[in-house]
């Protein structure tokens, strides 16, 4: 594969498949091929695609390393620091590196797709000049077809059927700046507004309602943290106050922060931190914990929002 395109050694094609057959004939030579180069290797799709490929690869499949998307990836903005930064970082020694990555598949749910396909646009600023080929396969049959035009718009290469091409409609920036949606204020949600001095009632105030709300235990504890980061970003960096609000979502506990703050990086919050980092952990923390976060900034303050499942 090739990115004459770009010219950046970093290569990121899209695999539109149709069907199991199609789906094991992209994916187990794309890995064949990555371990007959000495490559490091990692597949990365949800569950039955890991299936898939590992009975197509034979005995070989005790060279590679397997994750269920579904678990590792239900957060799209954890992939990108935790799964393949993770990988690829680890190897590094060992020359380019070769990962398949399913971010996106049939029931990932509206709320979670804007997400997704940012994280799709921010994986080629991520590995922009690392010697890094990540192939990410979409099911041309069961996605929508905006789905797959915003897979030709975060992707250089798209292979379709017996076609490699580039395509003609990559543009990584400007899907980033359209998913950069507005997130409507939730009706009947508790709030507080907060400052430096009223940071403890605040986290008080998000532990009462999440208790009442049903969190419990691991998940209680997990909420607390996320929000002592959050707030405390807010004051540092958002301005020095905020608005903490929180409710119930189907089966999820939605917590959110609002503040004066601009988030001018994309990639806050998703890259690995490096042990001799003072800070610049807390967004990070976030979306390590949580199931899903969804981030909107304007020139007047950013909304960050974290779902929490029951």
Known sequence: MSTATTGDPFVHPALFYRGEQQYTAGTVPFVRAGLAAGEAVAVAVPGPHLELIRAGLGSSAT?????????????????IPGVLRAFADAHADRGRVRIIGEPIWPGRTAVEYPACVQHEALINSA??????????PYDADRLEPEVLADARATHPVVIDEDTQLPSPTYDPQDVIARYNEPLPRPPGAASISFDAGELPKSRYFAVQE???LGLM??????????????????????????TLRIWAEDERIVCEVR??????DPLAGRRPASRDQPGGRGLLLVHYIADLVRVHTAPDGTTIRFYLAR
């Not at 060279?63 to 992939?79: A, K, Q, S, Y």
């Not at 691991?218 to 960096?237: I, K, Y």
Request: aromatic share 4%.
């Open 63 to 79: 060279n590679v390393r397997f994750l269920d998307m579904t678990e590792v990836g239900r957060n799209p903005g954890r992939i």
């Open 127 to 136: 590995f922009q000049d690392r010697e890094v080929t990540i192939l990410c």
């Open 210 to 212: 999440a208790e009442r």
């Open 217 to 242: 235990g691991v998940r209680l504890q997990d909420l607390t943290l996320a929000v002592a980061e959050l707030t405390t970003n807010s004051v540092l960096h958002g301005g020095g106050s905020g």
């Open 259 to 264: 503040d004066h703050g601009r988030l001018w």
